[in-house]
């Protein structure tokens, strides 16, 4: 099923709880490596010129990520020894790292992988194995020592709901913090700037068919992660049909695209 499409974008302005973050942050501990890759041999002026610049990741031809300076020059990929087939791409706050989804040419699952902002340092942090088919849109935590993402699991052809889970870059375990069930779906999760809260896009589809595209409706929700269990508070009824949250990494505003019947 597809959970992702084009529409149009909007803001709503949300009230945040505690503090609001307003600058970058520190990674308090440098991910583990169980496995890695090496860039090709450079210079020590030519990483310390790139590790100062900034860079925009995108999601080249044939699911190849590769960064490009903010005016247009230094294209190249963002991964030079793999893995291939990487997508869904998203920064740490600090710029240090990447996340982002691989589909595995085993057992046709997907992924999650973090490497280091030269391509560096590549691993598998998440292995979604079956029942589960995909484990998406990896998302950093503001503070660097967590990734949100969704996981769907296939039995039997159905997929039963969804999971919205956080992953400890450190040690790997992963909680649950929200779960949809039926023909229900969440994803495309992102932080709010103190990281005490989650925005989620919720799609409904006609039944839980692995092959099914038609949908019924589609919201975005904010999920307060201080709350035990953790609720989700909807910001407008299915047939709104808005998608593609992401939160303003400072102000009290959330960015999401606003359709009609055809942006679904």
Same mark, same amino acid.
């Given at each position: 099923?597809?959970?992702?499409?084009?529409?149009?974008?909007?803001?709503?302005?949300?009230?945040?709880?505690?503090?609001?973050?307003?600058?970058?942050?520190?990674?308090?501990?440098?991910?583990?490596?169980?496995?890695?890759?090496?860039?090709?041999?450079?210079? #020590?002026?030519?990483?310390?010129?790139? *590790?100062?610049? @900034?860079?925009?990741?995108?999601? $080249?031809? %044939?699911?190849?990520? /590769? +960064?490009?300076?903010?005016?247009?020059?230094?294209?190249?990929?963002?991964?030079?020894?793999?893995?291939?087939?990487?997508?869904?791409?998203?920064?740490?706050?600090?710029?240090?790292?990447?996340?982002?989804?691989?589909?595995?040419?085993?057992?046709?699952?997907?992924?999650?992988?973090?490497?280091?902002?030269?391509?560096?340092?590549?691993?598998?942090?998440?292995?979604?194995?079956?029942?589960?088919?995909?484990?998406?849109?990896?998302?950093? #935590?503001?503070?660097?020592?967590?990734? *949100?993402?969704? @996981?769907?699991?296939?039995?039997? $052809?159905? %997929?039963?709901?969804? /999971? +919205?889970?956080?992953?400890?870059?450190?040690?790997?375990?992963?909680?649950?913090?929200?779960?949809?069930?039926?023909?229900?779906?969440?994803?495309?999760?992102?932080?709010?700037?103190?990281?005490?809260?989650?925005?989620?896009?919720?799609?409904?589809?006609?039944?839980?068919?692995?092959?099914?595209?038609?949908?019924?409706?589609?919201?975005?929700?904010?999920?307060?992660?201080?709350?035990?269990?953790?609720?989700?508070?909807?910001?407008?009824?299915?047939?709104?049909?808005?998608?593609?949250?992401?939160?303003?990494?400072?102000?009290?505003?959330?960015?999401?695209?606003?359709?009609?019947?055809?942006?679904?």
């Amino acid at each position: 099923m597809n959970l992702r499409r084009w529409s149009v974008v909007a803001l709503i302005p949300m009230l945040l709880s505690g503090c609001v973050a307003t600058g970058g942050r520190t990674t308090s501990e440098t991910p583990p490596s169980t496995s890695s890759t090496t860039a090709p041999s450079r210079t #020590s002026t030519e990483l310390e010129s790139d *590790a100062d610049a @900034q860079w925009i990741v995108y999601q $080249g031809l %044939n699911d190849l990520l /590769r +960064v490009i300076r903010p005016d247009g020059s230094g294209d190249k990929m963002a991964l030079p020894n793999g893995p291939t087939g990487a997508f869904h791409p998203d920064w740490s706050r600090d710029g240090q790292w990447l996340a982002f989804n691989v589909d595995s040419a085993g057992d046709g699952t997907r992924d999650i992988w973090i490497a280091k902002w030269d391509g560096s340092d590549a691993r598998m942090l998440v292995d979604c194995q079956v029942p589960c088919r995909d484990a998406d849109s990896p998302a950093w #935590s503001p503070d660097g020592t967590r990734i *949100a993402f969704n @996981q769907i699991d296939n039995v039997d $052809g159905h %997929n039963l709901g969804s /999971r +919205v889970q956080t992953v400890d870059v450190a040690t790997g375990e992963i909680s649950t913090v929200f779960a949809t069930e039926g023909a229900e779906y969440a994803g495309g999760q992102r932080w709010s700037p103190d990281g005490s809260l989650l925005v989620v896009e919720l799609t409904r589809f006609v039944n839980d068919g692995n092959d099914t595209e038609e949908t019924t409706g589609g919201t975005i929700g904010v999920i307060d992660l201080a709350a035990k269990p953790a609720t989700l508070r909807l910001l407008a009824p299915f047939d709104s049909l808005w998608n593609y949250p992401d939160w303003h990494p400072t102000l009290d505003l959330i960015l999401f695209a606003a359709g009609g019947e055809d942006a679904l």
